[in-house]
Each structure stands twice: as C-alpha cells, then as structure tokens.
C-alpha cells in the first residue's frame, strides 16, 4: 500500500498515517502529491545520528520525528551510543542510567522515542524520562558523528540516499548470498 492511495479513500477508519525513513527531499516529493501530511516520520536517531535538518524540516510541517534506535544497536558489533564514555559519565553526573539519559535528551530535542525493552525494569526505567541541565544536553549533543547503526543494504534500496540504487542492490545481494534476502535482488 502507498501512502497516497491509503490516504485516498477516506473511510474514517484511520485517524493518522505516518511515514518511515523518509529524507528531506521524500518528504517534500510526498507533500507535493498529497493533501494529507503524514503524522510521523519514523527514523533512526540518537546523538551519534542527530539529523537536524530533517527534524526541522518535519517540525516545520506539523510532522512528529519517532526516533527508533535511540540508543544505537549492535547489528553491527561496534559500540552503541549508549555504550559511550561520555554518555556514562554524564548519567552518572546525574543519578540517571545511560538508557533513560538517552530518553531524556530525544524527548528533550523534541522527537518521540521508540524504545523497546523485555525486561521490567527497563520497561519501568523508560518512563524515567527528564528535563536535563542545558550543560549535559550540550554534551550529548556534542557526540554527533553520522553514524547510522541500521543499514539500507539489508532492505536493497537506497533509503537515505547516501550510496545510490546499484551500489545499495550489489551490497544486498553480497550479504544475502547465503541468505534468502539475496533471492529478492537477483
């Protein structure tokens, strides 16, 4: 289903429809050819990957940013946001765990976290949520870097128009060869 025929027929029984990994200039596309504005559009985002110009883009529209990743992942096997120096010492500072601190600064910079957790305690310590001092706010946004942990490659299309259609299909089909994610590509 594609967002301008889900939007077509209005029939109330959806009240608000969103978007994911859509860029400055997808959104401006979609805009372009639809008189509804999505509600959301969901991104990865944490102060290792902080994307303002797309944050002031969607809050310049009326569009909520739903932060996914917000503490990195480890898909990849490298460290994840919330396992930075930094960010440790920070939650420390402040009585928090890096997690909630993460939480606290998403919230903070006006985007929704998408969390996830399975244990009680983390689903507890989610909600553990702040304000932070203008200080430790500067700080963790210091750790910009660029770094994305969720990567197009899996998906064999160039989501976030970074490395092109056929660069994006060839690397799909290199790490789905062993997998069924390279019969998609062939």
């Known amino acids: 289903m594609t967002f301008t025929s889900s939007t077509s027929s209005q029939t109330g029984k959806v ?7 859509f860029t400055v200039r997808r959104l401006e596309e979609l805009l372009a050819q639809v008189a509804v504005i999505p509600a959301v559009n ?3 985002a944490h102060p290792y990957l902080q994307q303002p110009d797309l944050l002031r883009f969607c809050q310049s529209k009326g569009i909520v940013v739903g932060a996914y990743s917000p503490l990195g992942n480890n898909q990849t096997g490298e460290p994840r946001t919330v396992d930075d120096p930094l960010v440790h010492a920070v939650a420390a500072e402040l009585g928090m765990d890096p997690g909630p601190l993460l939480a606290s600064w998403a919230v903070q910079r006006g985007t929704v976290v998408l969390s996830k957790s399975v244990t009680r305690a983390r689903i507890q310590a989610n909600f553990r949520v702040r304000r932070l001092p203008d200080d430790a706010y ?3 946004t210091s ?9 197009p490659v899996f998906w064999g299309y160039d989501t976030f128009e970074e490395v092109g259609e056929e660069a994006v299909r060839k690397a799909a089909l290199d790490a789905g060869r062993s997998t069924r994610l390279g019969l998609l590509f062939r």
């Open 15 to 21: 009240r608000a429809i969103g978007v994911s990994n």
């Open 42 to 44: 969901q991104v990865e």
């Open 138 to 140: 500067a700080r963790l």
């Open 143 to 151: 750790l910009e870097r660029q770094k994305r942990f969720n990567f």
